[in-house]
C-alpha cells in the first residue's frame, strides 16, 4: 500500500526566516506527481506546488521550493523569507486519484 | 472561472436527524471528490465520481453514508440518522481528469457539520 509520512506535527519559524516541512512516502510507482497543499484557518485547502517525479529539477514557486530525493522517497518543503500569512497547516499528498495524505505539519510564523 | 462551491458552510443538527451537504465543482471537471477532516487530523478519503458515477466509494465509513452526482456537475453526500462522531468538515474537491491522470484537486471550503 502506498503511504505518505509526515513527522512533524508542528513547526515554528521567525519570521523572515526559512523553514524546511518534512514528508516521505512509499511507493513502487516510477513515475507521479507529488503536491503540498496549506490549509489556512479559513479551511480551504490551496495547492502549494507540485512535482513530478521524472523530473530532476526541483519545483520552486516564489517563496516556496521542494527538495525531491527520488531515491530516498523524500519530498520537503522549504519556505524562505517567512510570512505571516504562511501560518497554517501543511499537507503532503500524493495520486493515486483520491490523494493519500500526510497527517499535516502545522506552521506557526513568529513576529 | 469560480471555484469548487460548496453548502452549507456550517450545519447543526441534533443526533439522529439526516443531513444534505451540496458541492459544486468547478465547471469542466469530471472528477469530483469528497473526504472527511476531523478536527487537528488529515483528509478521510470517502468517494470519488467520475462523471456520474462512482467507482470507488470504498472510504464510506457506513451504509448512513450515500452521494450522488447529477448532471456531472453537482453533487449530494447524505448523512442518514447522523451520530455525534460524523461531527466534521466534509470537503470536496474537483480535478479537471480523475483515474489515471496527476492532476491536483482543487478544494472548497467545506462544511463544517456539529452533531448535538
Known amino acids: 500500500a502506498q503511504t505518505v509520512t509526515q513527522s512533524q506535527p508542528e513547526m515554528s519559524v521567525q519570521e523572515a526566516e526559512t523553514v524546511t516541512l518534512s514528508c516521505t512516502y512509499d511507493?513502487?510507482?516510477?513515475?507521479?506527481?507529488l503536491f503540498w497543499y496549506k490549509q489556512p484557518p479559513s479551511r480551504q485547502m490551496i495547492l502549494v506546488i507540485r512535482q513530478e517525479a521524472y523530473k530532476q529539477q526541483n519545483a520552486t514557486e516564489n517563496r516556496f521550493s521542494v527538495n525531491f530525493q527520488k531515491a530516498a522517497k523524500s519530498f520537503s518543503l522549504k519556505i524562505s523569507d517567512s510570512q505571516l500569512g504562511d501560518a497554517a497547516m501543511y499537507f503532503c499528498a500524493k495520486p493515486p486519484y483520491q490523494l493519500i495524505w500526510g497527517a499535516g505539519t502545522k506552521l506557526i510564523i513568529k513576529p | 472561472g469560480a471555484g469548487v462551491s460548496q453548502s452549507p458552510s456550517n450545519k447543526v443538527t441534533e443526533k439522529g436527524k439526516d443531513v444534505e451537504l451540496r458541492c459544486d465543482p468547478i465547471?469542466?471537471?469530471?472528477?469530483l471528490y469528497w473526504y472527511r477532516q476531523s478536527l487537528g487530523q488529515g483528509l478521510e478519503f470517502l468517494i470519488y465520481?467520475?462523471?456520474?458515477?462512482?467507482?470507488?466509494k470504498s472510504g464510506l465509513p457506513s451504509d448512513r453514508f450515500s452521494a450522488e452526482r447529477t448532471g456531472g456537475s453537482v453533487s449530494t453526500l447524505t448523512i442518514q440518522r447522523t451520530q455525534q462522531e460524523d461531527s466534521a468538515v466534509y470537503l470536496c474537491?474537483?480535478?479537471?481528469?480523475?483515474?489515471?491522470?496527476?492532476?491536483?484537486?482543487?478544494f472548497g471550503d467545506g462544511t463544517r457539520l456539529s452533531i448535538l
Open positions: 465520481f467520475q462523471g456520474n458515477s462512482a467507482p470507488d
Open positions: 474537491a474537483s480535478s479537471r481528469y480523475g483515474q489515471g491522470s496527476n492532476q491536483p484537486q482543487h
Open positions: 465547471s469542466g471537471h469530471t472528477a
Open positions: 511507493t513502487s510507482e516510477s513515475d507521479y506527481y
